[in-house]
């Protein structure tokens, strides 16, 4: 949620920002301060109102301790009253509009964040490692799934309907040693805090972080309860802090944590269908960084490095894109995506996700840390995916196929698939 002080201050940068998302937005800055400009008047004449009902209470006070009549007083104060109470609640009234308008608004990008329309528009930051080269052609995943009976899309499909997807056996094994590697890696190496976090979230913790209102068709939710499967990691971990003051040396704060991530994808019919690229359900590794205001781009860089790390370690290929304004998330400021190589479709899949929030999240979830003057501030709230396992899963596959149709897996892997790397015909 954008600061209403930003906006009334400042509406003219406010607005121009928005404007570079393309999103239209900006058309609701003036009905913000127009809103505001209302709200502060009814306060002043309300704030007013009370001063004189004061005044005159005293006065009345004083009539009836003489005996001398006060009705006349009584009665015109009875209207004052009327007339604050009717302030208090047009200021209420005020308040919610205001407050659904704000919710609806994305935040501003970084000033360092380039200009564009969507993501043909965002610059290539880096490059690490080079693209596999085969003697033979490479096989889309879905074809080494099933020949090598480790993935199973109908039977998945029988069960819940398409986007699902079945491992089996060696591959179920391998979905399940990428989630205690993954959680190893930055527990271990990088300094976070394992969580293990409830899947069923509540519609204050999808508020606090943006996912509410403004995806609510994406989201899957209980039939009989207010609470939304988990989309991402990002949601009940974000909301740890939640309505709470931390101190300032308590920053930074580092959690990481596993869930499946439950998303409907509407309006994304069409696109990617084939195999495990766009599915309603996948398993996840997220980070979540609580920091300092000043030092939270410093912490952007160390969280996209590490996400980076997991596919350094893994040997894939991979590239860093800075995404443009038209082309960022609803809650970012900034937001680098680490997209790796997949040989089996000659292309880059989006595996990560590494974004700053500044204090768009943390204004909806209402977290905050006493500064060394002991003011209160809101917290910069960062997330990144630490990774995504389906597309992980995938360029693994199609990375280290084999012309015999096996898979042979990065010796770091071996541990966590009881000594064995090769995935081969039965």
């Known amino acids: 949620m954008l600061d209403i002080k930003l906006i009334r201050d400042n509406p003219d940068a406010v607005r121009q920002r928005l404007a ?10 003036d009905k913000i301060a127009a809103l505001d400009q209302e709200r502060r008047n009814l306060i002043t004449e309300s704030d007013k109102r009370k001063a004189l009902r004061n005044a005159v209470s005293k006065e009345i006070g004083a009539l009836k301790s003489k005996g001398q009549d006060a ?3 009584m009665a015109e104060m009875k209207k004052v009253g009327d007339e604050i109470a009717a302030a208090d609640q047009r200021v209420a009234q005020v308040d919610e509009q205001l407050r659904a308008i704000l919710l609806g608004i994305p935040n501003l990008p970084h000033p360092s964040v380039p200009a564009g329309k969507d993501a ?26 099933e020949a090598l009976d480790i993935l199973d899309f109908p039977r998945a499909t029988k069960i819940s309907g398409s986007g699902f997807i079945l491992y089996k056996g060696a591959g179920a094994r391998l979905e399940r040693g990428l989630i205690s590697f993954l959680l190893d890696l930055h527990t271990r190496e990088h300094g976070f805090t394992e969580i293990s976090p409830p899947f069923l979230i509540n ?16 989201m899957y939710r209980l039939r009989d309860d207010e609470l939304y499967l988990a989309p991402t990691a990002e949601v009940p971990v974000s909301n740890i802090h939640r309505n709470e003051i931390l101190r300032h040396d308590q920053l930074p704060i580092y959690y990481c944590a596993y869930t499946p991530c439950f998303r409907r994808e509407a309006g994304a019919a069409g696109k990617d269908t084939r195999g495990m690229i766009r599915v309603h359900q996948f398993d996840k590794v997220e980070m979540v960084k609580f ?8 912490e952007l860089e160390k969280m996209t490095a590490n996400a980076e790390r997991v596919l350094q370690l893994l040997g894939l290929h991979y590239r860093v894109v800075l995404l443009c304004t038209g082309d960022m998330g609803f809650a970012s400021a900034k937001t680098y995506d680490i997209e790796v190589w997949a040989p089996g479709q000659n292309a880059y899949l989006e595996v990560s996700s590494c974004s700053n929030c500044e204090d768009f999240q943390s ?8 500064d060394k003057d002991g003011k209160n501030r809101f917290v910069h709230l960062l997330n990144g995916s630490g990774t995504a396992l389906a597309r992980l899963y995938v360029a693994l596959l199609e990375t280290y196929q084999q012309a015999d149709g096996s898979v042979l897996l990065p010796e770091i892997l071996a541990p966590y698939l009881g000594g064995e790397r090769a995935i081969r015909h039965r």
Request: hydrophobic share 30%.
């Open 20 to 29: 570079d998302r393309g999103r239209g937005d900006e058309a609701a800055v």
């Open 71 to 73: 009705s006349g007083k």
């Open 291 to 298: 920091a300092h205001p000043e030092t939270s781009y410093d």
């Open 120 to 145: 043909a528009d965002n610059p290539e930051v880096r490059q690490w490692g080079q693209k596999p080269e085969f003697a033979f052609n490479p096989k889309p995943h879905w074809e080494m799934g």
């Open 363 to 370: 204004r909806r979830a209402n977290i905050r840390f006493k």
């Open 203 to 218: 519609r204050d913790a999808m508020i606090g972080t943006g996912q509410l209102p403004k995806f609510e068709e994406d």
